[in-house]
């Protein structure tokens, strides 16, 4: 009889673990189909399967736990995906030591968790755990190393780490075109984060944009035209199109990016609304506001469902509709948009840190044009103060700080108390990103105004040349960028009595607008 009864009962744990099996398989298929929810049901299936079959400490159930988190992640249900990879952490752990290669797939599912809920110290940590590990198990050379070292870099760019990005994302692509080749999407990812980096830290725009269709052709031939791994790279083609005034590309771009997102991750989704955001700005950048309003107020809509009104997310969104608002004078309806932004980033973040500050001086903007003087400066004071006290006075933060303050006495035309400022912050920032960098535009243009102003054209041609040389080499001699300065020399020409070199300079500025934004 206890023969019989041990036969039944590992003919019972046979049939629950080829039932796991085959619900594994499903579930693989639904990864390569990017369906996540059908996903998610065969994961949370899986766990209660091995689980009932070999109890819930073993290894194949911190396997499931694992890849339920995955499926999780990709729906951005945090809280789930945070228990799920902590079980496949402390199974793992327990079982095989720290520094197991599943120990830090739980680690980097947690570590993605942690970001998608805004804790991005938290989340560093633990990428900086499944880096230590890789190094220690697999060595420098490994592909899972590669994935280390990226999702590592990502953390260093939410942070403002920006130094740290580029030797880890070269290292990364290097080890991956030697691993698989360059048609391989592993590849494919590392061109697209080398790209990112390139344009948005380098101002490298034009290479970055090559690399971006090289990671996109890659993918294509891959998965096809219609899958989920597509959306990353038609993202940034999307952005860096949009950056040098190629609106009709980005346009198509975005459109594809968010129509993969709604029909493999819903209307609803968290990722959806980011790109209604980026739809929301480029139809801002062509002006045509109710568009852009619209995509705004959807992808607001959509965070504050989903990840709740507190969250730094739902923080973003609001600043998008509060932009939108304030390019179009409602400088009330912006100032409540920035004021609850900036509420979710003083509870989130260190008073210092880039987030908060760039809220203060979007609240201090619109008392500035609410001719709240006294509240506008109070805020600028406080930023300078906060700034000088995390940074020290020689800080490129210290220097956007004294801009701010700058800003507010030529709005009340104190042009005296202005001028040492934008010196200073000019000097400041100088030495943060180079005497010739594109950056410095602004500061140039507002002193060579001030010089203009004062009648010192000497001075006036030597800011505004300045700013002309850094605009051109960065974005080229047909940028809408290109169209401001030109102006400002202008004006410098006009007030000059130089007539004729005015108007051949708004004529060509005039040219720069209409080719950009069309005629009307």
Excluded: C
């Excluded at 590392?190 to 990671?215: K, V």
């Excluded at 912050?425 to 060579?448: I, K």
């Excluded at 130089?498 to 009307?520: M, N, Q, S, T, V």
């Amino acid at each position: 009889m206890l023969l019989l009864l041990l036969m039944a009962s590992l003919a019972g744990a046979s049939e629950l673990s080829d039932r796991a099996d085959v619900l594994q398989t499903e579930m693989d298929q639904a990864y390569k189909d990017g369906e996540y929810e059908a996903g998610v049901r065969l994961g949370e299936q899986i766990v209660a399967l091995r689980t009932q079959d070999v109890g819930k400490d073993a290894s194949t159930v911190g396997d499931a736990w694992n890849k339920l988190a995955f499926f999780l992640q990709a729906l951005g249900r945090v809280e789930p995906a945070i228990e799920a990879s902590e079980n496949a952490i402390a199974i793992k752990e327990a079982l095989l030591g720290p520094d197991h290669p599943d120990v830090a797939t739980g680690h980097t599912n947690l570590a993605v968790a942690l970001y998608q809920a805004g804790k991005y110290a938290e989340a560093k940590e633990h990428f900086a755990r499944v880096l230590g590990i890789q190094m220690r198990t697999n060595g420098p050379d490994h592909e899972a190393t590669a994935s280390a070292m990226a999702n590592m870099s990502t953390m260093h760019e939410v942070l403002g780490e920006y130094d740290e990005m580029m030797p880890l994302l070269t290292r990364a692509h290097e080890i991956r075109l030697r691993v698989f080749g360059p048609d391989h999407p592993a590849v494919a990812d590392s061109l697209s984060s080398l790209a990112a980096l390139l344009n948005n830290h380098f101002g490298e725009s034009e290479r970055a944009l090559e690399y971006m269709e090289r990671s996109l052709e890659i993918q294509e031939a891959v998965h096809g035209l219609d899958h989920p791994n597509l959306i990353g790279a038609l993202r940034n083609i999307a952005a860096v199109n949009q950056d040098l005034n190629r609106f009709a590309a980005s346009r198509i771009y975005y459109e594809r990016e968010l129509a993969l997102r709604e029909k493999y991750l819903g209307v609803d989704h968290p990722d959806v609304a980011g790109t209604h955001a980026a739809m929301a700005r480029l139809f801002g950048d062509l002006g045509d506001f109710d568009e852009a309003r619209r995509h705004a107020h959807a992808g607001l809509r959509i965070l504050e469902a989903s990840r709740g009104p507190d969250h730094p997310e739902t923080a973003k969104a609001l600043r998008e509709v509060g932009e939108i608002l304030d390019w179009e004078g409602d400088y009330r309806g912006a100032l409540a948009m920035y004021q609850r932004a900036l509420i979710i980033r003083e509870a989130t973040f260190a008073p210092a840190h880039s987030s908060v500050i760039l809220s203060l001086s979007d609240v201090g903007r619109m008392k500035l044009n609410l001719r709240d003087l006294v509240a506008a400066r109070d805020i600028f004071d406080h930023i300078l103060r906060t700034v000088e006290e995390a940074y020290g006075p020689d800080h490129y933060e210290t220097g956007m700080a004294l801009n701010y303050l700058a800003g507010l006495f030529l709005a009340q035309g104190d042009n005296a108390r202005a001028k040492p400022l934008l010196v200073r912050a000019l000097a400041l920032n100088e030495a943060v990103v180079g005497p010739d960098s594109a950056d410095l535009r602004a500061e140039l243009l507002t002193l060579g105004d001030l010089a203009t102003t004062d009648g010192d054209f000497a001075a006036a041609e030597a800011y505004i040349g300045r700013a002309m040389r850094v605009t051109e080499v960065a974005h080229g001699p047909d940028h809408p960028y290109m169209a401001t300065v030109l102006s400002t020399m202008a004006l410098l020409q006009e007030n000059q009595g130089h007539l004729d070199e005015a108007r051949a300079l708004y004529e060509r500025a005039a040219a720069i607008l209409e080719k950009a934004f069309g005629p009307d």
